[in-house]
């Protein structure tokens, strides 16, 4: 992963433009393709997924995924199989029940809270 210290004007335009294509999006499956292709340009990444939560299961599930393993995530943890994330001991749910977040890479911590949640 490249690691970059602020976005560029590109990536702020390319947001902007995302943006409004979402905003016209009205299929989930490929709102959720847009979301993640933009997730993987900005951040040099091959792979992502969106990971949501089901209330019913008190589980988290992955609702997208892409990558070479996408189609094994979704059969394992998609919200039609058996298996669900847990909320307590793992990452994701720690992040989902905290709405934050570590990350460490070469040495360095920084912590993530999106702005403006509650």
């Known amino acids: 992963m490249n690691v970059r210290n602020a976005l560029t004007v590109d990536d702020l ?3 902007v433009e995302v943006g409004r294509n979402l905003a016209e999006e009205v299929e989930l499956k490929a709102l959720f393709q847009r979301i993640l292709d933009t997730a993987c340009t900005l951040t040099d990444s091959p792979d992502s997924s969106i990971i949501l939560s089901d209330d019913a299961r008190r589980m988290l599930y992955i609702a997208h995924a892409t990558g070479e393993d996408a189609e094994m995530l979704m059969t394992r943890w998609g919200r039609s199989s058996e298996k669900g994330i847990p909320l307590v001991g ?3 749910g ?4 905290s709405l934050s977040t570590t990350l ?3 040495g360095f911590e920084f912590s993530v ?3 403006g949640v509650c």
């Open 104 to 106: 460490r890479h070469m």
């Open 13 to 15: 335009i390319n947001l």
């Open 113 to 115: 809270q999106p702005a």
């Open 94 to 97: 720690s992040v989902f029940r």
């Open 90 to 92: 793992s990452k994701a």
